[in-house]
């Protein structure tokens, strides 16, 4: 039997995914990700690992990488939370399992190919991802494949400017970005400046740094405060979809993260103000969840080497 | 000898390019575009056009159109202007020449293939580009082919919104878009309306009507108000810019279209409002100006069959 092996490295684990040639998993199991000296063990660490496993290297048609950074052309050019730069990823597995057919992605890109894969866009060819998680991070998929970019930066949603009245600094260094509002750490930040300006009620009181979690329950059972943040939330990912639909016009925008868990309620906010926008084509683009959780990587790896 | 056909679909002229295999035009002359009966003679008159200059049809290898409108797939969904709904533009001509090879693509989308294949973007893989026109056309090209979008709208640029403060309502339903600022007729009207305000010095005075070209002349000769409303352009600008960077990373940005004649002026001021933008991927985007004029689309329309 032959094998496609998907693998979703991350700051802490790198997953790695075992599928047929179908991309049903078979197997997955995980690693710690080791940043010593750069991350230069981590991919001998992923080769001895599939031969700990007892994977026959002989049965693999091919291996999919995930990494978090920009990738252009199997180089991953930065990946600042391993220490890599300038990383010829492609190249180095290649000669470590003397297979070349080794592709790479970076993770939100790669994460939006599990989806069109096997999950939330399952058989859509042109579709958008967007991540929501401590940071956004997104990724377009047009006929099958990611858009890498010149410069590895296809698919950055996380930094489309969408405030101008009170910009907050994002770390790329502009001001107002998607990601200083909508993701994880954008949230908890609104929700605690918002309150300290006590022009909304709240029954979130007293409950220290308050997590993304808590203030989409607050927001679910009916308070203010959260609700004012949650809707600046979903004006701005309303915002953002509608920018993405006039430059790729997917079929559908895949939404993803651990703030995306927040679902439906969330969902219906975007929709409302997506369909404030209106352009015609863009208004047939629908706005769904994401299905595969946190194997979107390994599905998505695994896709590079099947849709190849 | 064989050739390809490049055709530019109009809502006054078809223009229409004979080109060698390597995309040199050998010939090109136009023809009025016939609207009667909501455009059902414009394919009969193409072919017949092209009987009448003796173009020898069995030595002509395929034909590449650009419609204004969008397309999917071979498919006109709508040309407005000229009366298609629905239209298999592809089918049809094939059947009049007898050969199934017939390319169409979006004119704005066609007019960024000629840029790619014989003009600024020439040898570019990831390209975009923005018409400034009497309204905005846009086209996103990746690896050589045209982002036509699930229901046509890949590259409809010219509706991203940009303007929140007082925004203006667009032709498309929503306020504020990107056409309302930075096409001819919302320069035009931006000038009209700051005029009326007095808050700025001018010595266009009582000249009925401005034109775009009148006022980029007078900025450039340190007319205030002028220059007031092509700051106001080129912001809205150099966001677009940054918003296309952030989806598609393109290596280079493209203006056509008559605005764009303003030339360097405009590019310079296009290029410092982008450059605020600091993600460090998009700060890498070159913008120039587009250098095949009216030929642009005929080229790109040639494009599409030799590199299909």
Redesign the interface.
């Known amino acids: 039997m032959n094998y496609i092996v998907g693998i979703d490295i991350g700051g802490t684990s790198v997953k790695i995914g075992l599928f047929d040639t179908n991309g049903d998993l078979k197997r997955k199991w995980s690693i710690l990700t080791n940043k010593e000296d750069n991350g230069k063990y981590i991919m001998k660490e992923i080769y001895q690992s599939l031969l700990h496993k007892k994977v026959n290297l002989k049965n693999v048609v091919g291996y999919g990488f995930g990494v978090p950074g920009?990738v252009v052309s199997g180089t991953v050019l930065q990946a600042v939370n391993i220490g890599w730069y300038d990383y010829d990823l492609a190249l180095e597995f290649s000669q470590l399992v003397g297979n070349s057919n080794v592709h790479v992605g970076n993770d939100a890109n790669v994460a939006a190919l599990g989806e069109v894969f096997k999950g939330a866009a399952k058989g859509k060819?042109?579709i958008a991802m967007i991540t929501l998680g401590t940071g956004i991070g997104g990724g377009?998929i047009?006929d099958g494949h990611s858009?890498?970019?010149?410069?590895?930066?296809?698919?950055?949603?996380g930094?489309?400017?969408v405030e101008?009245e009170r910009p907050r600094q994002c770390n790329?260094?502009?001001l107002g970005?998607l990601e200083t509002i909508a993701s994880a750490t954008g949230i908890k930040r609104e929700f605690t400046e918002l309150a300290k300006s006590g022009m909304y009620k709240t029954f979130l009181k007293n409950i220290g740094e308050p997590s993304a979690k808590k203030i989409f329950d607050a927001a679910i059972r009916g308070d203010e405060l959260s609700n004012e943040v949650i809707n600046r939330v979903a004006y701005a990912l309303g915002?953002a979809c509608?920018?993405?639909?006039?430059?790729?016009?997917?079929?559908v925008i895949v939404f993803g993260g651990g703030v995306s868990r927040a679902g439906e309620f969330l969902f219906e906010k975007i929709r409302k103000e997506f369909s404030?926008?209106?352009?015609?084509?863009?208004q047939?683009?629908q706005i769904v969840g994401a299905e595969l959780g946190n194997d979107a990587g390994m599905f998505g790896a695994a896709y590079m080497v099947a849709n190849a």
């Open positions: 920009p060819k042109d377009i047009i858009i890498e970019g010149v410069f590895g930066a296809g698919g950055e949603l930094h489309i400017v101008f790329c260094g502009s970005c915002y509608h920018m993405v639909s006039l430059v790729v016009n997917p079929e404030k926008y209106k352009f015609y084509a863009v047939k683009t």
